[in-house]
């Protein structure tokens, strides 16, 4: 089993749709999580950190569930500029991440 | 707004030569990454770096690949003898504390030939 799985789409949504990506981690042990963002090519970019009170950054919610060991990440108001790939990120303890494969989002006209 | 820089962006060898990929993190930072992303795959952890020692290592990071602090700036990633299969996107990354969200590097394509 993959220690982060994440659908890897694509999503393809209207400008201004709400989507939302979810992720599972196989590590109980996984201490802390965070959204990434990737766009072709590039480096990763750090999205969020998510914490298990949920947390907010603009039009994007983060959620961590430890009990389904489930991440969740919510688009508001997508705009064109959002079109990336989301990579769900687990750190289990020192200094490694974990990354998904990534889901990939398209905001279409 | 500080950032990672890494050099060369692209760097095409013989399988078997040695590649030296440079990178200087952030000047306050502390903790030291390389990644690598084969095309079409996943991030993936090759080694950590703290205090001038690896502080860990995965099974990918074998003897064939090394890393160095040579001064208060430069931390270098070595490949001593490159094979075909570690043509990749090698990215740098560094962190103030290590359970913060780390900057990258844009990044070093490396492709073996």
């Known amino acids: 089993r993959k220690e982060v799985e994440q659908d890897p789409g694509p999503f393809n949504v209207p400008e201004g749709a709400t989507v939302a990506f979810n992720c599972t981690y196989s590590n109980s042990a996984s201490q802390s999580f965070f959204w990434y963002r990737q766009d072709c090519r590039k480096e990763p970019k750090l999205l969020m950190s998510?914490?298990?009170s949920g947390n907010e950054d603009g039009r994007f919610t983060a959620q961590l569930n430890r009990a389904s060991q489930y991440i969740s990440l919510l688009i508001r108001d997508s705009k064109l500029s959002d079109s990336a790939t989301y990579l769900c990120v687990a750190r289990k303890g020192g200094n490694k991440l974990t990354f998904g494969t990534g889901t990939q989002l398209k905001v279409e006209l | 707004e500080p950032e990672v820089t890494q050099t060369p962006s692209h760097q095409v060898t013989q399988m078997g030569q040695e590649v030296i990929l440079r990178c200087v993190p952030i000047?306050?930072?502390?903790?030291f990454y390389w990644y690598r992303q084969i095309l079409g795959q996943k991030v993936e952890f090759l080694v950590s770096?703290?205090?001038?020692?690896?502080?860990?290592k995965s099974e990918i990071f074998d003897d064939q690949f090394s890393v160095e602090r040579p001064d208060g700036s430069n931390f270098t990633l070595k490949i001593r003898s490159t094979k075909l299969e570690d043509s990749a996107m090698y990215f740098c990354a560094s962190s103030e504390h290590d359970s913060y969200g780390y900057t990258f590097g844009s990044g070093t394509r490396l492709t073996v030939v």
């Open positions: 770096f703290y205090n001038n020692e690896i502080s860990e």
């Open positions: 998510v914490y298990s």
């Open positions: 000047s306050n930072h502390l903790y």
